[in-house]
Nanobody, 120 residues
């Protein structure tokens, strides 16, 4: 079992930045891949970004490329999602998820989610 705890959500204005954090615990291995997904009201959950724990590879959805950056701080055992130039359409509940590979659909383990709201 892997536990994931997200933090850092909040209310920002369009054009602002926000940084989300995800801290894994439990049966989490160095070969794991950490993902960020989001789900806006009335919409399906969508993939945002992912990174392997060695930080040698990252993957992004086209909608966030160039604006969002996923990174990993190994000593702090934390993965971050830096979100810049935010848009109202970035408003969603953001979830951290983990699996043993890059998965754009349904990773095995999920956090509880953190709300991000971008006002226009």
């Amino acid at each position: 079992q892997v536990e994931l705890v997200e933090s850092g959500g909040g209310l920002v204005q369009a054009g602002d930045s926000l940084k989300l954090s995800c801290t894994p615990s439990g049966r989490f291995f160095s070969s794991s891949v950490l993902h960020w997904f989001r789900q806006a009201p009335g919409k399906e959950r969508e993939f945002v970004a992912a990174i392997n724990w060695s930080a040698s590879k990252a993957d992004y959805a086209d909608s966030v490329k160039g604006r969002f950056t996923i990174s990993r701080d190994s000593p702090k055992n934390t993965v971050y999602l830096q979100m810049n130039s935010m848009k109202p359409e970035d408003t969603a509940v953001y979830y951290c998820a983990a699996d043993s590979a890059f998965v754009r659909s349904t990773p095995r383990y999920w956090g509880q989610g953190t709300q991000v709201t971008v006002s226009s």
